[in-house]
């Protein structure tokens, strides 16, 4: 208080200790530093190795940059840019392969990208022309059969497994057996289609009905999950409104719960016939191998794109290089349409995602 001797002591104003910050350009630098020491450290260690650079390169980088970090920036900056750092590297680790595999595809294949190969079938074809139309079209009729098979099945089970089951115990084995059937190798489903037909129409049955009901084997337990969990997050509070105004139990799940999820249901269905429009295995078994155009998926073996490169890649004829370049096409051909079912799935899911303005 004034004037009466007690007056509270000053406050003493508080003393911020801030730290520095490294410049834009700083961790640049200390990448291309890094770069240069693990080259010469790899080139005095008896020859220059590509991926020993590399690991030294990233391993002295991070080092380097959480050293200087800390002594500029402090810890926890430091341990920010060290984790920036192992999350980076980690995230182009995983995309070498794949940057890899998709160079090496389109390089490999792009010599024998012409009309020709759209055009043509192997019959009569003993080295160099042909193409794989038989292929593309047995690879198309397959797939929609498959598809036509699956996805009614897979629908309709994850809409009882949602709506009707309540957790029974059959919904109990259900969801069991679609989560094993998920898990299965592509092979055994090509084994138990063979099997199922072989014991009507005799040992080496080899039609393309046969490759879409392997094919449906692996593609229901795909399209049973991802609508399932389209189906579970629909919120309780629309189909009990719907309830309350009188609507039927069906005509509320036709109505209101599917079309809600409709963009999700079409991305998950999209997605499982790119995962297996590109199998092999099964399809060696049960379709067979065809050189001509066969339409007819109920008579007579037929051919898909991942059969016609697989065969032309390990039983080549003369010259070699002739089918070697037909395999490459036939994998890059493949490989596009496999991306843009990726890319239909990814404009479904924004077509039909809700509006939430």
């Known amino acids: 208080m004034t004037g009466t001797g007690l007056e509270a002591p000053a406050a003493t104003p508080t003393v911020l200790r801030t730290r520095g910050s490294l410049p834009p350009w700083a961790p640049w630098g200390i990448l291309l530093a890094a770069v240069a020491v693990a080259a010469g450290i790899t080139a005095l260690a008896g020859g220059f190795n590509v991926g020993l650079w590399v690991f030294l390169s990233v391993v002295i980088f991070a080092g380097a940059t959480y050293t200087v970090s800390r002594v500029v920036e402090g810890a926890r900056r430091a341990a920010d840019r060290l984790v920036t750092v192992v999350v980076t590297s980690a995230f182009l680790i995983a995309m070498l392969p794949l940057v890899s595999v998709l160079y090496t595809v389109v390089s490999q294949?792009?010599?024998?990208?012409?009309?020709?190969?759209?055009?043509?079938?192997?019959?009569?074809?003993?080295?160099?022309?042909?193409?794989?139309?038989?292929?593309?079209?047995?690879?198309?009729?397959?797939?929609?059969?498959?598809?036509?098979?699956?996805?009614?099945?897979?629908?309709?089970?994850?809409?009882?497994?949602?709506?009707?089951?309540?957790?029974?115990?059959?919904?109990?084995?259900?969801?069991?057996?679609?989560?094993?059937?998920?898990?299965?190798?592509?092979?055994?489903?090509?084994?138990?289609?063979?099997?199922?037909?072989?014991?009507?129409l005799g040992p080496g049955v080899r039609l393309g009905f046969v490759g879409a009901v392997a094919l449906t084997v692996l593609m229901v337990p795909i399209v049973v999950r991802s609508t399932e969990e389209m189906l579970k997050i629909v919120p309780n509070e629309l189909r009990e409104a719907s309830y309350a105004l009188g609507v039927a139990k069906w005509r509320t799940i036709v109505k209101i719960v599917i079309p809600t999820t409709a963009g999700g249901i079409a991305t998950g269905i999209t997605l499982a016939v790119a995962r297996v429009i590109g199998e092999t295995a099964p399809l060696l078994i049960t379709t067979g191998y065809a050189l001509g155009v066969n339409l007819n998926p109920f008579s007579g073996p037929m051919t898909t794109l991942p059969v016609f490169s697989y065969y032309s890649y390990a039983v080549p004829g003369i010259p070699r290089e002739a089918f070697l370049d037909r395999a490459w096409t036939a994998a890059l051909i493949l490989m596009a349409i496999v991306m843009v079912l990726n890319i239909v799935a990814r404009v479904i899911s924004r077509l039909f995602a809700p509006k939430t303005r």
Request: positive net charge; glycine residues 10%.
């Open 109 to 200: 294949g792009w010599a024998r990208l012409d009309a020709t190969f759209f055009t043509n079938s192997m019959r009569g074809i003993v080295g160099v022309g042909g193409g794989a139309l038989h292929a593309i079209q047995g690879t198309l009729i397959i797939t929609a059969l498959a598809a036509a098979m699956s996805i009614p099945i897979g629908l309709l089970t994850a809409i009882y497994l949602v709506e009707y089951a309540n957790n029974s115990r059959l919904a109990r084995a259900i969801t069991f057996f679609v989560d094993v059937m998920t898990g299965i190798p592509s092979i055994v489903a090509g084994l138990f289609a063979y099997a199922l037909f072989a014991l009507v």
